[in-house]
Every structure is written in structure tokens, then in C-alpha cells.
């Protein structure tokens, strides 16, 4: 009973603190077990997140930390085990059948790392962007000359009379992004679209999702494992274990070339539970405990060694025991 009033009044806390109030995308606390022949896989575990509308964002974290997993839930495809998400006014956990139907159609545009799970085949890249459209009430010609205007934009009209056979891999995921975006999503999600191209091939598609994001205001959130990519983000998220870890915010730069000035930051879930950075941590030898000092304008973070006690306080050591 304790333990329920204790979440009801954490819960209530969260409330009155407005978390993620005005964002397009929250997810609170959201978990999501996979069981497989009676193993259970906890692929989210309790991740936190909040997007603003309008922002790029990229996301980063090492195979197996639940990218995949969390993409899948915001698009529709998965349902979380456990926890609450939220894409524009839309609880994705409780979506009944026809609000999905509406969601995955209207709401978000989906690239997929595998260029032939984005195209059909057989139709010209001009094909591919419309085929979308067909639920809409748009007169052919507005189709047609939407997909024209989308080809334009991400870079790629010289393609638009080209099967996906007929285009290289890098053109073929700018196409991807023009189908994806064709119904006007208000969220555009791309889980590693440049994961089977080159450095600089996958810059373009980048470039592309960042034209989309800017000329459309289309809210973007791509996972890439490539550090070129990813640092042409303005804000990079790190998932580790299923959790949101570190954020980089990198500041545009001041004379609008070059990279912008970065800083790392570290995510403060709802509880205000910190996780330092494994590589920070390993540096210092931080383990089980560290020391904290509150100071005027920031926290100190020390390492737990006796040598930071003060004298009349230290720990007796192993010796005077024997
Ligand atoms: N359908 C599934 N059934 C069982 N386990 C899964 C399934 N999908 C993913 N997993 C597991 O969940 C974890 C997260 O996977 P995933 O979200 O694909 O990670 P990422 O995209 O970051 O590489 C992994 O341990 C993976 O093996
Ligand atoms: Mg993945």
C-alpha cells in the first residue's frame, strides 16, 4: 500500500513538474520486454525522452541498446510492455486500431536501413513517392507534381524516371525520405539509413533529411552509427541499455561554416537519477559510490577515495584490523 502511495505521489510530482509538456515526442519511463523461447530480453528499461517539434535529432548507441526497438515503438509498428509515449497528442500506447491506422499513415514517415525495404522494385522513383498518396484526396497531377517538388528538395530530381535498379545506393534513400515524407508527416523517422554506405554518400542523405527538416519543419529523428553523420547533428542522443545516457548539443557556428562548439551532457531522468559517462567514470576509477559537493553554480563529482576525507574522519585502514 506504502509503495502504491509512494508512485501515485511520484507520479504526481511528475505531473505538477510539466515533463515534456509542448514536446512532439515523450517517452516516460518506457520499457519493453521481448520474451523468445522463454527468455526474456529487456530491450527498453525505462527510457526517457523528450523531442521538441521542429528539432533533428540523431541517435547513437552501440548494437543490441534498443535504437531499433525504440524506433518501432514511435512508429506505430511495436507496443511498449510498460510506460508512456506520447508523438503529437497521440498515446501510442493505447492507440485503438483505426488511430494507428491514421497515425502510421498521417503522423509519421518511416526510412529503413535496407534500401530494398524502402522502394518497390519495379516503379520509377516518381512512382514510388506518389504510390502514398493514394489514399489522399489529391488530383493526380497534385500528386505528381508534389513527388517532383519532393525529388527536388532532397537532391535527387535526376532520378525520378529511374527504378531503384537504375540508382545508387545514396540516391535510392533520398527517394526513400520522398516517399516517407509524401503524406506529410509531422515526424520523420530514419533508423540507420546510411548504415550500407560510404562516408560520404551517407553525408548526403543526411544532408537531405537536414533539407527536409528545414524546409518543411518536419520533426527528424535518424540513428546512425556513423560519427561523420552524427556529427552533423545538433543534438546526438546515447542510448545505453535500453536508457537515454549522454546528449551532445553542438552550437551552430558563429560564422555559419565549420563545426559548431560541442558539449556533453549527461540526461536526468525524472527522478533525477544521473548516469555518468562509462568512459568519464573509467577514467577516474569511479565505482559503487563518488563524492558530491554542492557548489554555488554546479555539483562537484569526486571520486570515493579516503584520501578526499579529512584526516579525523578517514576510514581505519585493512591494516589496523589484523
Ligand atoms: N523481436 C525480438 N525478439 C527478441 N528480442 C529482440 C527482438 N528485437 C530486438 N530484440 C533484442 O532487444 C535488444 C535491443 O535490440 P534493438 O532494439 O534491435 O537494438 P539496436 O537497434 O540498438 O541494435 C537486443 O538485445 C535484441 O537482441
Ligand atoms: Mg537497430
Not at 529487456?42 to 523528450?50: F, K, S
Not at 526497438?69 to 486500431?97: C, E, Q, R, Y
Not at 519495379?122 to 504510390?131: G, K, S, W
Not at 520522398?178 to 551517407?202: F, H, K, Q
Amino acid at each position: 500500500m506504502a509503495g502504491l502511495e509512494a508512485l501515485r505521489a511520484d507520479e504526481a510530482r511528475r505531473s505538477a513538474a510539466g515533463y515534456g509538456d509542448g514536446a512532439l515526442i515523450v517517452c516516460d519511463r518506457l520499457v519493453r520486454v521481448y520474451s523468445a523461447e522463454g527468455i526474456e530480453v529487456q530491450a527498453l528499461q525505462g527510457l526517457d525522452l523528450v523531442i521538441a517539434p521542429g528539432e533533428l535529432t540523431a541517435m547513437v548507441g552501440a548494437s543490441g541498446s534498443g535504437k531499433s526497438t525504440l524506433m518501432n515503438i514511435l512508429a506505430g509498428l511495436d507496443a511498449p510492455t510498460a510506460g508512456v509515449v506520447k508523438v503529437a497528442g497521440h498515446d501510442l500506447g493505447s492507440m485503438a486500431a483505426r488511430e494507428r491506422v491514421h497515425y502510421r499513415r498521417s503522423v509519421v514517415g518511416f526510412v529503413w536501413q535496407q534500401t530494398s525495404r524502402n522502394l518497390l522494385p519495379y516503379l520509377t522513383a516518381l512512382q514510388n513517392i506518389q504510390l502514398p498518396l493514394r489514399f489522399a484526396s489529391m488530383s493526380q497531377p497534385a500528386r505528381r507534381s508534389r513527388a517532383l517538388e519532393l525529388l527536388e528538395m532532397l537532391g535527387v530530381p535526376h532520378c525520378a524516371r529511374r527504378r531503384p535498379d537504375e540508382m545508387s545506393g545514396g540516391e535510392q534513400q533520398r527517394v526513400a525520405i520522398g516517399v516517407a515524407l509524401a503524406g506529410a508527416p509531422t515526424l520523420l523517422l530514419a533508423d540507420e539509413p546510411t548504415g550500407e554506405l560510404d562516408s560520404e554518400t551517407a553525408a548526403d542523405v543526411f544532408g537531405a533529411l537536414q533539407a527536409a527538416n528545414a524546409e518543411l519543419g518536419v520533426t527528424v529523428l535518424v540513428v546512425t552509427h556513423d560519427s561523420d553523420v552524427s556529427g552533423m547533428a545538433r543534438r546526438v542522443i546515447a542510448i545505453a541499455d535500453g536508457r537515454t545516457s549522454t546528449e551532445t548539443l553542438r552550437s551552430a557556428p558563429a560564422d555559419g561554416g565549420g563545426p559548431g562548439h560541442a558539449v556533453e551532457y549527461a540526461v536526468l531522468d525524472r527522478s533525477r537519477r544521473l548516469q555518468l559517462p562509462e568512459e568519464m567514470a573509467d577514467a577516474l576509477g569511479m565505482r559503487d559510490r563518488v563524492r558530491l559537493e554542492a557548489e554555488p553554480d554546479h555539483i562537484g563529482v569526486w571520486p570515493d577515495s579516503p584520501a578526499a576525507l579529512p584526516a579525523s574522519d578517514a576510514q581505519p585502514t585493512g591494516d589496523e584490523h589484523a
